[in-house]
């Protein structure tokens, strides 16, 4: 049988919407603490999907970086050197793609380290749910419900109908009525300096590199295998993806964006199968940036937390059933103690003591034999 490579339909846009629960936070936070350009980035991003889709011809998330977002927003980063980390990100992802580097690290590190990445990722998203869930249970149960029927219907689903019905409870709460009507904005051109980049690098860059390694780029192109194993993509070709990228987005107001499992996850959790999941979500973004862009922030702010936290919780289950691909005995060594570390420390730490057990347990064996 042929596999499509677009599809237009309910299923995709839900699909589409499947990684908005990771999406949300860090773009309100970019708006309110760092003064990002909404437009600016949206429209970008959108722009970003739509390419990624025509592509791949398969779902493919784009993402803000997370390391770097949680600093930025820490520390009230300005504009210009929000834009000057992506700029860095886009010069380090094509250094690892054009030497060949990022394809040598992903053919080293074992299938358990791997899914011990997808696995605490999970978790990691289970834990962010809850504390979503925590601001209202019972809606947060409601949605749970909703996940679990509609997950798979054609005519309603899941991820369009909890947007939908998040929409309505805003609206029936009058929380519309604060927010600025649409009106036409371009992205603006954006500048920076060589010293914002050295500093972006510096304070959150080089700590954001493993994380994108690990999950952003070797995770993302195990779970393509495993959802399309006849379409694989390699680590390389994603690592030029997000260089390109990120060379290009920050002249125009974008911030630091790459791939992820999580993402892609959501998006195939909800019913995204093809590359139209990418255009569908690009295109509501380009919408949003030109015509909504100084009431965006409101009505992300605004959202009912506990449907993102419901979204958020079956996404982080989902990634870790992928720890049954890892065969039992010892391989299962270096899979919990990838998870144990990436939980407790970071997964770049994670990925190194999940590595360095492979290892161990690879020359006890050997010595054994």
Not at 161 to 179: H, K
Not at 227 to 245: D, F, H, I, K
Request: net charge positive; glycine share 10%; with cysteine.
């Amino acid at each position: 049988m042929k596999i499509k490579s677009f599809e237009f339909n309910l299923r995709e846009l839900a699909g589409s919407m499947g990684d908005f629960g990771t999406l949300l936070p860090l773009a309100i936070g970019y708006i309110y603490a760092c003064g990002l350009n909404p437009a600016g980035f949206l429209v970008m991003m959108g722009l970003a999907n739509i390419v990624t889709g025509l592509v791949y011809r398969l779902p493919m998330p784009i993402e803000p970086m997370k390391v770097l977002a949680v600093v930025a927003i820490a520390q009230h980063w300005s504009p210009s050197m929000v834009h000057a980390s992506a700029f860095a990100m886009g010069v380090v992802w094509v250094l690892l793609a054009s030497t060949g580097l990022i394809g040598r690290l992903a053919r080293i590190t074992p299938e358990p380290v791997v899914r011990g990445i997808q696995v605490a990722l999970g978790i990691l998203l289970a834990v962010e749910a809850f504390k979503l869930l925590s601001a209202g249970w019972a809606l947060g149960a409601v949605a749970v419900v909703i996940v679990l029927t509609l997950r798979e219907s054609r005519y309603a689903p899941a991820a369009v109908v909890l947007v939908a019905l998040g929409l309505v409870m805003v609206s029936l709460d009058g929380r519309f009525s604060g927010i600025d009507p649409p009106a036409f904005t371009l992205p603006p051109l954006t500048v920076f300096t060589l010293d914002e980049v050295w500093e972006s690098l510096l304070l959150a860059g080089f700590a954001q590199i493993p994380l994108t390694v690990t999950n952003a780029t070797i995770a993302t192109a195990a779970l393509i295998r495993s959802y399309w194993p006849e379409r694989p993509v390699t680590e390389g070709r994603l690592s030029w993806n997000q260089g390109v990228m990120n060379l290009v987005v920050p002249f125009f107001g974008g911030m630091p964006m790459c791939h992820g499992a999580g993402g892609l996850a959501g998006q195939y959790y909800f019913g995204a199968r093809t590359g139209g999941a990418n255009i569908i979500e690009g295109a509501i973004e380009i919408a949003l940036g030109l015509f909504l862009a100084a009431s965006i922030a409101g009505v992300f702010s605004v959202f009912p937390a506990p449907i993102i936290g419901a979204m958020m919780l079956m996404i982080g289950i989902e990634l870790t059933k992928f720890a049954r691909h890892v065969r039992p005995g010892r391989d299962l060594i270096p899979l919990v103690v990838t998870v144990a570390v990436s939980v407790t420390a970071n997964m770049a730490w994670g990925f190194l003591a999940g590595m360095a057990a492979h290892r161990l347990v690879e020359r006890a064996a050997g010595g054994k034999s």
